[in-house]
């Protein structure tokens, strides 16, 4: 078995990790006009997912690795250990994107995972339990309204049949979406039971940044609220309608917006509420047409389970009111929502050795983004290992930057994690 003074001695290739990130960012690369830079747009199912999904697959298949696909598209790749009969260690992340992303959001994850079992392979390290790599539909919630769909899935939140049934703007449904692409996999989707899940991820804020750490041992995911907010006015004439004989959705729409910030500053500096309306469809949507209907989505987080439940009210009967005073239709339904989600005791010390193993700052923090790993939590002990950003770890948006040494730190300590979890008994 493995001790733990042989561990540190491999390392992973920081300049292969960064190459594979760089070229599966040319999967969905677009010109985006705002930063003049180049960005990733991968939307979950699309047909940019699918290549990336192929080439991330083609990778694994190179590395000796078995590759299964599951009924919502999650893929797992396997690395035999000396057991087989044991769980095994899980690890990766997600592949797909928002439309304005940049090469790391998930990426490192899934190919620091990649990393890892190539550098195992190279020196001809055997883990004692079997490894897999996994990664999983849906992250990011951006098309199909729902965030971690598919590791909900795997992990039983969400049922098969209601993730199917989601449908994008265009009213096109997962498992259609799924199909076209080639990953509607025949693997149940409860197969995997692992004895552990970890994942590496950059940490799309300021703060590791900022106190100078070179690692961030997530202690847990702050809970997030999601919803669409429906307003129903009138469409009317802008010239000839009176002011007062108006139901504008586009006003009531505005007003959510003005209150969504206004809940999140009176609840104070730092680690407060967060509070987005990141998404407004209007309709007509015309110059000379006074907004008829308009549609919405309210991103609410807190670490505090009890502080986001007391926005979610407050913002409630704010939606009550907005319709009587401004005589529209108001209605609104929970699209996501996940509660504070702690983090393995166990699963961090050993993120928090391997990077003081490394001789790296590491510093405990809380995730301020939905992960993967927040599912695969319920089943298994987990934890999570963020590098900082450049930029104010800006993410989102194609500015999004580690550097080859912040992800190749990334990568090394989820080496050294994932061969402490594989050799436990
Ligand atoms: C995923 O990126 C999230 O919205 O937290
Ligand atoms: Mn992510
Ligand atoms: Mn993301």
Same mark, same amino acid.
């Given at each position: 078995m493995a001790k733990t003074a042989e561990l540190s001695r491999v390392c992973v290739d920081g300049r292969r990790l960064y190459r594979s990130l760089a070229e599966l960012a040319r999967v969905g690369a677009y010109r985006d006009e705002a930063t003049a830079l180049r960005g990733v747009n991968r939307l979950a199912l699309t047909e940019a997912d699918g290549r990336g999904r192929r080439l991330v697959v083609g990778w694994f298949r190179r590395a000796g690795l078995h590759v299964a696909v599951d009924r919502i598209g999650n893929v797992y790749a396997r690395r035999e250990g000396a057991e087989p009969a044991l769980a095994p260690v899980l690890f990766g992340s997600h592949i797909d994107s928002v439309p %304005?992303? +940049?090469? /790391?959001?998930g990426c490192l994850g899934v190919l620091g995972a990649l990393e890892v079992v190539r550098t195992l392979g190279e020196n001809r390290i055997r883990t004692r339990r079997p490894l897999v790599i996994g990664f999983f539909t849906?992250?990011? +919630?951006?098309? /199909? +309204? %729902?965030?971690?769909l598919g590791s909900a899935v795997a992990t039983g939140r969400i049922p098969l049949a209601k993730a199917y049934a989601l449908r994008d703007r265009a009213g096109l449904a997962v498992v259609d979406e799924l199909r076209k692409i080639g990953f509607?996999?025949?693997?149940?989707?409860?197969a995997v039971r692992p004895h552990a899940y970890v994942e590496c991820h950059?940490?799309?804020?300021p703060i590791l940044r900022r106190r100078g750490a070179e690692i961030g041992v997530v202690s847990g995911v702050q809970a997030i609220s999601w919803r669409e907010v429906l307003f129903e006015g009138r469409a009317a004439h802008a010239g000839t309608t009176p002011m007062d004989l108006r139901a504008d959705a586009g006003l009531a729409a505005a007003r959510l917006m003005v209150e969504v910030r206004r809940l999140a500053e009176s609840d104070?500096? +730092?680690?407060g509420l967060r509070g987005t309306v990141g998404s407004l469809r209007l309709e007509?949507?015309?110059? $000379?047409?006074?907004?008829g209907r308009a549609t919405c989505t309210v991103d609410l987080r807190h670490p505090s389970d009890a502080r986001l439940a007391g926005a979610e009210r407050r913002l409630d009967s704010f939606l009550r009111r907005l319709g009587r005073q401004d005589g529209v239709g108001v209605t609104w339904r929970q699209t996501a929502r996940t509660p504070y989600v702690p983090f393995d005791e166990r699963v961090q010390a050993a993120v928090a050795r391997a990077a003081d193993r490394l001789g790296l700052r590491a510093e405990a923090i809380v995730s301020g983004a939905g992960h993967d790993a927040q599912e695969w939590s319920r089943l298994c002990k987990t934890a999570m290992i963020f590098v900082p950003g450049e930029y104010?770890?800006?993410?989102? $948006?194609?500015?999004?930057l580690s550097t080859p040494k912040q992800c190749a730190d990334g990568a090394n300590v989820l080496l050294e994690v994932v061969r402490e979890l594989a050799e436990e008994p």
């Open positions: %304005t992303a +940049g090469a /790391f959001d849906e992250e990011e +919630g951006c098309r /199909f +309204g %729902t965030d971690m509607l996999g025949p693997r149940d989707v409860r950059i940490e799309q804020g104070g500096r +730092g680690a007509p949507n015309m110059v $000379n047409v006074v907004g104010d770890g800006i993410s989102h $948006n194609p500015r999004e």
